[in-house]
């Protein structure tokens, strides 16, 4: 097992590499970047005349002429002083070749020095350190209740297949999985966050401005008061796929000789069910693990985070992304491609633990 582990860490840096050097190439190319954007705030122009040009609108807003001054390269540089332009690039960084500041940003990145954000007044490590207990808080608790409603409904659905209990609960896992987390999130503040209704639950944040005030007993019941609604819209929307799931693998398993060979011999059915059948069925659920964290921690998170006001890694993501500030973009690609990378190898290790059988060293 350990030489398996080993070449899958050595084949992490390949996978890093291609994936990075992808998006660098892509977003490099892409037009409106910070230089563009910093012109157009000196020019006087909303930055979301920029993000109109960004997605294929020709405006002339930008490309307005003040008189002056010589040709660019940037859209809406038209009389700027070409030495303003230099200053802008020099510090955005783009005063390098492309291929120069692709190979500073991989060796920075190999000890982990992402830079400081363009916008914000801080280096990324400290960005992502400071957002991360958000995410984290969201991603840990919906796992947490995802897991512990899902393996236990599946497995009973699985049990009573056919039974009126899995047509019921087959109709409400399936309407959870058709409508978006972010439309439950909606209704849910509009039901008890004060919205047309009850006013239960805080709709921001997740702690009270009295934070500091309260008692160790209070300050638990006032983090969870405000992690009820957004943790509940990103539960209702995440378990459907795991629950049928466990119900599709325990029944693969059930129908299986070795289970009626079990039941022949006399064991009770709680000793075939979690004896026998377990250990085999929850190699897909295992298999699924990944996929589900990152989804949960990253995409799963983002319009949760964006309706309740929650300032975490996906809000701070996508608002790179908008800005160009390419800094933040790369060092949270950069984790979430790592955090991805490592969680796949934690779910084979424990394929092993789960069942022996299993054997990676074999595998060439």
């Known amino acids: 097992m350990?030489?398996?582990i080993l070449r899958r860490l050595l084949l992490m840096i390949p996978t890093l590499l291609g994936i990075m050097t992808l998006n660098f190439v892509i977003i490099q190319s892409a037009p409106g970047g910070p230089v563009e954007q910093a012109i157009a705030k000196i020019q006087g122009i909303d930055t979301s005349a920029t993000r109109r040009v960004d997605s294929g609108v020709d405006t002339e807003i930008i490309q307005t002429n003040n008189g002056g001054g010589g040709s660019s390269q940037y859209r809406g540089a038209q009389g700027l002083p070409p030495?303003?332009?230099k200053e802008l690039e020099q510090l955005y960084g783009f005063d390098k070749p492309v291929h120069e500041r692709y190979f500073d940003m991989l060796?920075?990145?190999?000890r982990f020095d992402f830079g400081d954000s363009?916008?914000?007044?801080?280096?990324?490590?400290?960005?992502?350190?400071?957002?991360?207990?958000?995410?984290?808080?969201?991603?840990?608790?919906?796992?947490?209740?995802?897991?512990?409603?899902?393996?236990?409904?599946?497995?009973?659905?699985a049990v009573q297949h056919g039974s009126r209990f899995d047509v019921w609960s087959s109709t409400l896992v399936t309407v959870g999985f058709a409508i978006p987390n972010f439309l439950f999130a909606i209704m849910l503040i509009v039901l008890f966050a004060g919205g047309s209704y009850w006013d239960w639950f805080p709709l921001r944040g997740l702690t009270s401005t009295n934070w500091e005030e309260l008692s160790l007993l209070g300050k638990v019941g006032d983090y969870f008061w405000h992690l009820a609604l957004p943790v509940t819209a990103m539960v209702i929307g995440s378990f459907a796929t795991l629950t049928m799931l466990t119900k599709n693998s325990f029944l693969d398993e059930i129908n299986k000789q070795y289970v009626l060979t079990a039941r022949a011999k006399g064991l009770t059915e709680n000793r075939v069910l979690y004896g026998h059948v377990f250990r085999n069925a929850m190699l897909?659920?295992?298999?699924?693990?990944?996929?589900?964290?990152?989804?949960?921690?990253?995409?799963?998170s983002f319009m949760i985070e964006v309706i309740f006001s929650l300032d975490g890694l996906g809000l701070l993501g996508f608002e790179a992304v908008v800005n160009r500030d390419y800094p933040v973009?790369?060092?949270?690609?950069?984790?979430?491609?790592?955090?991805?990378?490592?969680?796949?190898?934690?779910?084979?290790?424990?394929?092993?633990?789960?069942?022996?059988?299993?054997?990676?060293?074999?595998?060439?």
């Open 2 to 4: 350990t030489s398996y």
């Open 83 to 85: 030495e303003l332009v």
């Open 107 to 110: 060796g920075n990145y190999l």
């Open 118 to 157: 363009f916008y914000r007044d801080s280096s990324v490590v400290d960005l992502i350190l400071e957002k991360m207990p958000v995410s984290i808080s969201l991603g840990l608790w919906t796992t947490l209740l995802v897991y512990g409603i899902s393996i236990p409904l599946g497995i009973r659905k």
């Open 284 to 300: 897909l659920v295992i298999s699924s693990l990944p996929a589900t964290l990152i989804s949960i921690f990253l995409t799963g």
């Open 329 to 364: 973009v790369f060092g949270t690609l950069y984790m979430s491609t790592l955090i991805g990378l490592i969680l796949k190898l934690i779910s084979d290790i424990t394929y092993t633990m789960i069942d022996p059988r299993i054997n990676f060293e074999g595998r060439q």
